[in-house]
């Protein structure tokens, strides 16, 4: 199973290539040394990430070729806005209709979005979202994978299972090899063209063995590498790029500075940001976002948590519910009302149409199964699978019981598949 259409290149100009997709142009930056016109590439996250023989490209642009028009046709077809408006809210229909135009709102209008509850309202505004993905993204899907490398984390996160402070936990700490190998596997075996690599922060690595990785995994299985180990500094993330790293994904997890401070015990939101924008500056793609549902938020606070992922150039926010975890400070703390969630995304959508990808966390999964796909209809194009080994995956305990928690990855990717073709999606990187 491929995760990604390859492209024929239609014209180079220095590092920026045109890439033709059945005759659709997309733009996507050339790291790669020879490259010509007519050659067949995979791309991912707007990276070219490797060449494909006209042989292997063909025989896949053949499978896809009528799937891909078949599933645009059901996705046009579903993401209509079909809506009887008579009993709505006339503020509704306006702001609803701007945003449909593309028109800016304003906070007040934000606010108002992650305040409604009537079951039409909610309605609407998904199906807003919903609309809004698909004119700007088509049919794509995102379909990443996660390895997580280790669960040794030095930091106090109050609401983390893996926190320094969860004495009980059995701690994991993957080798360079099994990572590699783990991560030779999601490629080769399994299709993936972009993979996370994640830990706990100050996971007992040196840097060096990092750089080995990456740049092990770069060589042998071409793919977009995202990195998630914390805040390992301006210097680290320097050399992880040198090594072939080309995304970030750290949240911020909360915009509220104050809420940030009596969850991160001694740290402050500053730093985080300085740290997402030093990675922005360096080229990094970012992934992030924050948790929603955390004990004193406000919708105020979810406002603002969206607007800060878009000001940090976000290439994928990633919101996703809190659930209390029981060796938690936080663990007498009710899990995120799933509405709230799905209106987070919603208005993700609305305020960041174009760009994002709006991830649909295993978080908010685990909250309920059904909300995956309801995600997906709500501006949601982006799911992550995971890729850890079964025998440390429950250990990875940020939150409890997670969603895939004991499947294998072929499972989860069958399962994800049948999904997205019900949607009328494709399991590509591609994007309008
Ligand atoms: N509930 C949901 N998400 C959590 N994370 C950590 N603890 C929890 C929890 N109890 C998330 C954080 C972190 C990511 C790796 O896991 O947002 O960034």
Known sequence: MCYAIPGKIQSIDGKTVQVSYFGELRKAYNELHEIAVGDYVYAQGGFII????????????SIWKEEFFELQKVDLRISKVNVERSGIDKRLVTILDKASMGQGLGRDDYRYLLGLNDAAALDYLFKTANFLRQKNHGNSCCVHAIIEISNYCKKQCSYCGISALNAGLKRYRMSPEEIIDTAGQAVSDFGFKA????????????????????????????????????????????????????????????????????????????????????????????????????????????????????????????????????????????PADEEMVLKALAL???????????????????????????????GGNSVMLNMTPLEYRSLYSIYPNRAHEKELIQTQINDTIALLRSLGRAPTDLSI
């Open 348 to 378: 993700s959508r609305i305020i960041d149409q174009k760009k994002a990808k709006i991830l649909v966390t295993t978080a908010l999964e685990t909250l309920n199964p059904a909300l995956r796909k309801k995600a997906l209809a709500s």
């Open 50 to 61: 490797t060449k494909v023989s006209p042989g292997e490209a063909e025989a896949t642009l």
């Open 195 to 334: 993979l996370v690599l994640q830990s706990g922060e100050d996971a007992g690595y040196d840097i060096r063995d990092l750089e080995y990785v990456i740049r092990t995994i770069k060589t042998k299985w071409p793919s977009l590498i995202f990195i998630s180990f914390g805040e390992i500094g301006t210097a680290n993330l320097e050399r992880l790029y040198n090594a072939g790293a080309r995304g970030l994904l750290m949240r911020f997890e909360t915009s509220n500075p104050a809420i940030y401070r009596a969850l991160h015990p001694g740290q402050g939101l500053d730093a985080r940001i300085e740290h997402l924008k030093a990675a922005y500056k360096m080229g990094y793609l970012i992934l992030t976002g924050g948790l929603i549902g955390l004990p004193g938020q406000t919708n105020e606070d979810i406002v603002g948590d969206i607007l800060l992922a878009q000001e940090l150039n976000a290439e994928m926010f990633s919101f996703g519910p809190f659930i209390p975890h029981f060796d938690t400070p936080l663990n007498a703390n009710k």
